[in-house]
């Protein structure tokens, strides 16, 4: 997602040179929420890596593991 604001702001630097002021405020505008998406999709990835990452390291217990003889 973060590849397509990319490519959607290099659209609109193109469209800005050559003076095309319509296309380039819309690209600009799909980039911006583009980015956008992705920030909030990454901090609720984040958030979620983290909650779970403590639920697993507070449940391991070395004494409930079956040792083998």
């Avoid at 403590?54 to 040792?67: C, L």
Wanted: net charge negative.
């Amino acid at each position: 997602m973060l590849k397509w604001a990319g490519v959607f702001f290099i659209i609109a630097l193109i469209a800005a040179f050559f003076g095309f002021v319509g296309i380039a405020g819309a690209a600009i505008e799909i980039a911006k929420v583009l980015f956008f998406i992705f920030v909030i999709l990454f901090v609720i990835t984040l958030v979620a890596g983290i909650v779970a990452g403590r639920r697993v390291a507070g449940t391991f217990d070395e004494s409930s593991e079956q040792k083998e003889d």
